[in-house]
């Protein structure tokens, strides 16, 4: 559905391109009826944002926020695994999660990287889409609730996705530590494990090479989500 294209998008490294979209983004979020209109209209502090920022700005703002603060980090396995050794056949299972959807991931895409797992919810069943974003629910509140302490437009983004998981984002909750220490992002980073799918087995850890920055915690989530595609049992 274009719902889930449009919030990949939204999510995405700004180019030209997407500052250019904003109009049809708009209009595709208009006809859009899994989205409340407080959820639309939370949405447009950043597409304003998106229309009126120089790109220079909106990519310095992007790579602050995404890049460069671990507990912001849009990969979701970041928050769940880090260094573990238990990363790498996650990542494999997730991979083939979506290639069994039809969905086939470059190499300079990491599986977890949030603009690439909503642009697979995409092409799955409305209801499957939902379950699987479900799992995420707490690592989609944590980030959101950060970023709506920064004052960030992308806060709306998350409260869109947690609205679409039937949550709801606590900001207290998502308080940052006072400090960059190992300690403090450690504590941070202690969100309860995301698996999605029954069958979750640990793995020897993948070697990373030539991968985006940001690249962290990986493996129990994707078991939860490696439910059979409904045809086989089975960046809107």
Known sequence: MITWRVLSRLLSYPD??????????????????????????GLEPLLGELEQRDLLDL????????DRVRTLSLHLF???????????????DLVQLYRRH???????ELPDYLPLFLEFLSIVPPAEARALLREAAHIIAAV??????????????????????????????????????PAAIDKAWEEAAVAFG?????????RDQGQEPGCGRAAA???????????????S
């Not at 996705?161 to 006072?178: F, N, S, V, Y």
């Open 102 to 108: 039809g969905l086939d991931v470059t190499a300079r």
């Open 198 to 206: 029954p069958d979750s087995t640990p793995a020897a850890q993948l």
């Open 144 to 181: 959101g609730g950060r970023l709506a302490q920064r004052g960030s437009a992308y806060a709306g983004v998350f409260d869109v996705l947690a609205e679409l998981a039937g949550t709801t984002i606590d900001r207290a909750a998502a308080a940052e530590p006072d400090d960059e220490s």
């Open 16 to 41: 030209e391109a997407l500052v250019a979209s904003v109009p049809e983004m708009r209009q595709a979020l208009a006809g859009c009826s899994l989205l409340s209109p407080r959820a639309r209209k």
């Open 59 to 66: 990519q310095a703002v992007y790579v602050g926020l995404f």
């Open 78 to 92: 970041e928050h769940v695994h880090g260094e573990s050794r238990d990363r790498g056949q996650a990542m494999v």
């Open 221 to 235: 989530m994707v078991a939860r989500m490696n439910v059979k595609p409904a045809a086989e049992a089975r960046r």
